[in-house]
Structure formats: structure tokens, C-alpha cells
């Protein structure tokens, strides 16, 4: 690849692309990118999201209503739409050009769905041959809800190997996590048999816990707290993220800080579906790796990382501890990829992939603005960048997608939806 120096950015010195990495000195023939007036950061890195569920925004008796609620409805849609591989495969691009489009350059594909009649290796593939395509980084994690345990076992090894096989002329793009859904939906059963396998293959592990109906269910089921059994079944220790973390008590807040996982934080869906914040900011303080994710289009219908993470800072006050805007930027970046196993993205050191982000900030809604580190999640709500790479490639240029048309990818879904349905 030629060397690309991205030349006067708004705050901070120029910087160097060379080979798909961060480089520190330019050679004389090195590409001259513009990017007066404008701020540069790391890609986003989307620890928590459902790409599926970009075929299933705003569907009607998902907002308003308790969590049960909107797993019944939800997964009648899926019933109704008839998810397959097909349509795993167009929802995953869909939602990966928007991501690509607003910044992120890697995202965490939690998948929870397996119809009966699909073999998971192929809904797999699909979700994993669209990053290839749009040229995104991809963690996809084969969640369980409800699955048999060793079947769920079984097939990550086999993903593992598709992954290995289809994938080894790309290092570093491709990635596989393990995650049960939660404590509301498997046993530890389930739990132990992925630990097992995660082990076995020297995988993340991931899950989520004190989502609303996670709290119903385990009181109701073990009389325990979701956190409780987390820990109960070796599910609350290094190498494992837990995702949303929502109205956690001042003991769960003790025994996360000394259990060594990772949190991941998503305010888009937990704030407007009312299940609660959680205490970003002193988790932060205590030492705790926190990320952001935007959760899945059932409950945030947008993929607007930078976006979720001004929301982040507009409602940590109601936590008693504000999160600053470098926090907020931080756990959007680099708190992402650490609690992925991937502290190698998410920053700008050289030698770390070139994953990065253009934003101009030279346009009225950056007037006036004094700190632009912190305008650039203040400022102009809903702002995307004009120029993404990843790994060194142009990926975004002046706010359209390079490696696809995402208005063909919208029609197609659009398309495909509306037939399934007919």
C-alpha cells in the first residue's frame, strides 16, 4: 500500500498511513490528504450490537413496553420475515455500511437468533461474507437464547473452522466471541458448555445481565440477581464482557470492579426503553475497562455510535457522576477493543491498524466552538465523518460508502422484507 499522510488535522500532528498501519515518518512520494479544519480520531468500535434486527426497526408494540413484551413481539417478527441466512446476510450489510458510514470501522455482532431450520455456520458466514464486502472489521459472537448447549457447542467449533478456513487471507478482520443471551434464557448449562469451548479455541466471551426481564427472571427462577449467577457460574472473571449493566446495586458495582470484566455500555437502547443507566462513570473511576454499544434496531433504531456516546454523557448525570466527552470518546474507541481482546484497535499509536476517522469540523455547527475534542460529541447531533479507513484502505470518501452502494443495500432489504411478507 502507499504511504498516506493526512496533513494539518485540526488538533495534533500530522499522521502517517504506511502498509495498513499507523507509520511515523512519511517517505517523499506519500498521498497528501487534506484534512485542514478537520478532527481526526480512532474508528469507532461498536462493542454491543444485533445486526439482524436492522431489518426490524420500529416494529409496532416494541416501544413502551416491558422487556417480555418486546421479546414476544420480536420474535414473532422473525417468525413472520422467516430469518435465514439470506436475510441474515442483507440485515448484516445494511447495518454494517450505516456503522461504516457514521464511523465505526469494527463491530460485535451478538447473534441470538437460530431458527430450528438453519444450520448456524451458514448464518454465520453470511453476517461474516458482508463484512468482507463492506470492508469492516467483524467480532460476530454466537449467542445462545434457549439453545441446546452442546448443539451451541458444537457449532462454534464449527464457525471457528469456516471462519479460520475463509478468512486467513485477512488477518485481524475477522473475529469470533461466544455469548449467552442471559441468565433469563439459559441455564448454566449453556454456560458452562460455552466456557468450555471459549477455552478450548481461545475465545471472548460475552454476555449481558440487569436488563429488565434478566432481573424478572432470575429472582423469579433462582431467587438470585443476574450478577449473583454470573459469578455462581464462572461467568464474572477476566476475558469475559458483560454488556448493559443496568441499575446494578452498590454490592454488584463492588464485585464487578473486583472481578476483572469488561463492561459495555449502551445507552441507545437500555435509556429509551427504561431499563436503566449504568454508572459509567464510576465504573471508570474504579478501574473497570467500560465500552460502548449501540444494541440491535428492536430497541435503538439507529447504528450512530458517536451519537450514543453524547447521549452517554447527557444522561450521566443522572447517575450522580457526569462522564466527560474524552471518556465518552474513550469507551467508544480504545474501551471497546480492550474489552474485545483487541487493545490494538481503537487508538492511533504507531504500529496499530489504520483505522480511523476524518470529521470535518469547519462548518457553522462547529463555529464558536473552543474545545474541539469535546465538540465533536457536543456539537452537531447526528454528525457523521467525511472520510473511514480501515487497515489503511479508504473505505469512506466525503460521506459515501466505497465498497458498496448502501442505497442498493437498502433497496434490497427493503425489497426482501416486503416479500416475505406478501
Not at 210 to 238: C, F, H, M, T
Not at 267 to 282: H, K, N, S
Not at 322 to 331: C, M, Q
Amino acid at each position: 500500500m502507499n504511504t498516506v499522510l493526512l496533513k494539518d488535522p485540526l488538533v495534533g500532528p500530522d499522521i502517517v498511513v504506511r502498509g495498513g498501519l499507523i507509520g511515523e515518518s512519511a517517505v517523499p512520494d506519500a498521498e497528501i490528504v487534506d484534512v485542514s479544519g478537520c478532527f481526526i480520531t480512532p474508528g469507532l468500535v461498536n462493542a454491543h450490537h444485533h445486526l439482524l434486527q436492522s431489518a426490524f426497526r420500529t416494529v409496532p408494540g416494541t416501544r413502551g413496553v416491558l422487556m417480555a413484551e418486546w421479546l414476544r413481539v420480536m420474535a414473532a417478527a422473525y417468525r413472520e420475515h422467516a430469518v435465514d441466512p439470506e436475510l441474515g446476510r442483507a440485515a448484516a450489510a445494511v447495518g454494517l455500511a450505516e456503522s461504516l458510514l457514521c464511523g465505526v470501522t469494527t463491530v460485535a455482532d451478538h447473534h441470538l437468533t437460530w431458527p430450528s431450520e438453519v444450520v448456524p455456520v451458514e448464518m454465520a458466514m453470511a453476517t461474516a461474507g458482508a463484512a468482507r464486502r463492506l470492508g469492516g472489521r467483524l467480532c460476530f459472537v454466537r449467542g445462545t437464547a434457549g439453545n441446546d448447549p452442546d448443539d451451541a457447542a458444537d457449532s462454534v467449533r464449527a464457525i471457528h473452522q469456516a471462519f479460520s478456513s475463509a478468512f486467513e487471507d485477512a488477518p485481524g478482520m475477522l473475529q469470533l466471541a461466544v455469548g449467552p443471551s442471559g441468565v433469563h434464557a439459559d441455564g448454566p448449562e449453556t454456560f458452562a458448555a460455552l466456557a468450555e469451548v471459549a477455552r478450548d479455541l481461545g475465545l471472548p466471551r460475552r454476555t449481558q445481565a440487569n436488563e429488565q426481564v434478566d432481573v424478572v427472571v432470575a429472582a423469579e427462577r433462582y431467587g438470585k440477581r443476574p450478577l449473583e449467577l454470573l459469578s455462581d457460574w464462572g461467568w464474572l472473571e477476566p476475558g469475559v464482557t458483560v454488556a448493559h449493566l443496568c441499575e446494578i446495586t452498590p454490592d454488584e458495582l463492588a464485585a464487578v470492579v473486583e472481578s476483572g470484566v469488561a463492561v459495555t455500555h449502551a445507552p441507545g437502547c437500555d435509556v429509551p426503553m427504561g431499563w436503566g443507566v449504568a454508572p459509567v462513570a464510576e465504573l471508570l473511576r474504579r478501574g473497570v475497562t467500560v465500552g460502548l454499544g449501540t444494541s440491535g434496531g428492536g430497541s435503538n433504531d439507529g447504528g450512530h455510535l458517536l451519537a450514543d456516546a453524547r447521549l452517554a454523557m447527557q444522561v450521566s448525570g443522572l447517575t450522580g457522576a457526569p462522564v466527560s466527552a474524552s471518556d465518552a470518546l474513550a469507551i467508544a474507541t480504545s474501551g471497546s477493543a480492550v474489552g474485545l481482546g483487541r487493545p490494538e484497535l481503537g487508538t492511533l499509536d504507531p504500529g496499530t491498524p489504520a483505522d480511523l476517522c476524518v470529521w470535518d469540523m469547519g462548518d457553522v455547527s462547529d463555529a464558536g466552538v473552543h474545545d474541539h475534542a469535546a465538540g465533536l460529541l457536543w456539537a452537531s447531533p447526528g454528525r457523521r465523518p467525511r472520510d473511514v479507513m480501515v487497515a489503511g484502505r479508504w473505505v469512506v470518501r466525503d460521506g459515501v460508502l466505497l465498497t458498496a452502494d448502501s442505497r442498493d443495500l437498502a433497496s434490497e432489504l427493503t425489497t426482501m422484507l416486503k416479500e416475505r411478507t406478501a
